[in-house]
């Protein structure tokens, strides 16, 4: 899964001010001693898994619309390393005695809906793509991620490192702009309505997974409350602004 970094629009402020956390302070061991909690993490790193699995198979496809060699290149090393992330989620599934494809499939509908409602028609689409809608997704399990405990939440905010993908979009999208300004107004449209099923497509994760929903908002761990869920997502809103500035397109 790719996301920028701060000198591509990230900002450094996504997550809540750090706490007084029980979990947090947890180690994986310790923490999934309560069985909520652990199907939580379940459902999560299942969701994660899958979704850096489909970046794998939408960035080599992607590689297809690519206009010169150097630019497939590019493309085809991001999705192997995407496939790195998914198979670090697999394995991780596995070493706490979890089926990794039983734990993905409560997500396959959802997700594969998204990517079908949001296929690029072409090579800036797809970059506009995977730097805004894919940035939105990791701004959303960062947030979570400090909730959890020390060992899922090291793993989460590894698989969740950019890829270079940040730069490499920017770059081109930029460049294509100055040769033909009308570009712009169209990838503009393009990412608010990424940033709108994005947003539509989290909530309804979460939501169908009543683990996950219930860790969330203040069930188990340490859960938001439901004014913190909302800062959440002017901070995630606040944060596709910035990559929005950072593309030369209006947010």
Not at 28 to 44: C, F, H, I, M, T
Not at 122 to 143: H, M, N, P, Q, T
Request: no cysteine; charged share 25%.
């Amino acid at each position: 899964m790719t996301t920028p970094d701060n000198a591509t629009g990230q900002t450094d402020a996504l997550a809540p001010e750090a706490a007084t956390q029980k979990v947090a302070a947890q180690t994986w061991e310790q923490a999934s001693a309560d069985p909520q909690y652990r199907a939580a993490v379940v459902d999560l790193l299942g969701a994660l898994a899958y979704g850096e699995l489909s970046a794998f198979e939408r960035l080599a496809e992607d590689a297809k619309l690519a206009p010169t060699l150097a630019d497939k290149g590019e493309l085809a090393k991001m999705a192997s390393a995407e496939f790195g992330h998914f198979d670090r989620l697999r394995a991780r599934l596995a070493e706490i005695d979890v089926d990794p494809e039983e734990a993905m499939a409560p997500f396959v509908a959802a997700l594969d809906g998204f990517h079908r409602q949001t296929a690029p028609s072409d090579w800036l689409e797809g970059l506009v793509k995977a730097y805004v809608g894919d940035s939105i997704a990791a701004d959303f399990y960062r947030e979570v991620a400090v909730r959890l405990d020390s060992d899922t939440r090291e793993l989460v905010l590894a698989v969740l490192d950019d890829l270079g993908h940040a730069e490499f979009a920017v770059e081109k999208v930029r460049a294509a702009i100055e040769v033909d300004p009308r570009v712009g107004g169209r990838l503009a449209l393009w990412a608010r309505r990424l940033m709108g099923e994005a947003l539509s497509q989290s909530q309804r994760v979460v939501a169908e997974r009543d683990a996950l929903s219930t860790m969330l908002v203040g069930g188990v761990a340490d859960g938001f409350d439901l004014a913190e869920v909302g800062r959440m997502f002017s901070r995630i809103t606040e944060a596709h602004t910035k990559r929005m500035a950072a593309l030369g397109l209006a947010a």
